[in-house]
């Protein structure tokens, strides 16, 4: 028995390909939400000057709020605990940077600590979270 495809069936079914559209659309959207949320929501500064950086990789975030209180990602860390985690990611991740975040109300003191336990691991490759101005 010889199998043939009926004549009037020119048309090819796109459901499948609609389905996984769709679901991409989801996935995406939820991935957003995900890594919008793991940072803790500050006010960042506005910067003349500002560049958006070619590499988001091999950064570990770290953010300071106006009561000097240090996060990673949502979750409270003591500056001790910031230099173990800092000295461990310069170990294991090559070219290993740190983005600080600071709220545009925390006094230099706070951010000055941070910068300080950084360089005190070795980490002097720091970039400051900012927005650009539309000047």
Known sequence: MKWELPDNDDEPDLTPMIDIVFLLIVFFMT???VVTAQKKPI??????????PETQENREVITVVPDGQIYLGTQAVS???LKAIVTEGMRTIRDYQVLLRVDSLTHFTHTRDVMTACAEVG???IIFATYQSDK
Do not use: L, M, Y
């Open 123 to 125: 980490a002097v490759d």
């Open 31 to 33: 991935v957003a939400n």
């Open 43 to 52: 006010e960042v500064p506005v910067a003349s000057n500002a560049n958006v």
């Open 79 to 81: 500056i001790e605990d």
